[in-house]
């Protein structure tokens, strides 16, 4: 049984994976501007020190994608993410708009932060799969390590909220 992907070819789907990582690199830059601007914003410690974590795993991620790029010799490209950066200014009018109280305006951030991590699961998903289908064995390793990151993070965030919530 051939499937939809064995219909395309390996440049068409190499073109795809190169397309997508640019658009991941792109939303990684602006969280990592994102993440730094929000950091001093959080009041709960836990949630301060999340995101300290967070952009960590951010450069990290973004460093693990310029070596995949070398691998695949590929520029690095800052295409425009616009629908990502859309999302992620629509969540931080919302933190600015709850500024003046600490207890919501924590929720927003770890809001925020938890459809990030969601929507970075499901990219390094997708790229891993990719990758193996090329049979590109480091660079599906290293999204998997995005992945797993991601993963904790989001984890972590989930804790948080809970212990947030309870008081």
Not at 91 to 120: C, G, T
Request: proline share 2%.
């Amino acid at each position: 049984m051939i499937t939809y992907i064995d219909k395309l070819s390996f440049e068409k789907l190499r073109s795809v994976f190169i397309n997508y990582l640019h658009l991941v690199y792109c939303a990684k830059h602006h969280l990592i501007e994102r993440f730094t601007e929000i950091e001093d914003d959080a009041n709960f410690n836990d949630l301060k020190l999340a995101i300290d974590e967070t952009i960590d795993d951010t450069r990290n991620q973004l460093l693990r994608i310029e070596a995949i790029y070398i691998l695949m010799d590929v520029e690095p490209n800052l295409t425009s993410c616009d629908s990502f950066i859309n999302l992620a200014e629509d969540a931080f009018y919302k933190i600015q708009k709850h500024s003046m109280e600490p207890q919501v305006r924590d929720m927003y951030l770890l809001f925020y932060m938890q459809n990030v991590e969601n929507l970075e699961m499901a990219s390094w998903q997708v790229l891993e799969i990719i990758a193996n289908k090329l049979k590109m064995e480091p660079v599906r390793a290293m999204l998997r390590e995005c992945f797993d990151e991601a993963k904790a993070d989001r984890a972590l965030l989930l804790s948080i909220m809970r212990k947030l919530i309870a008081g």
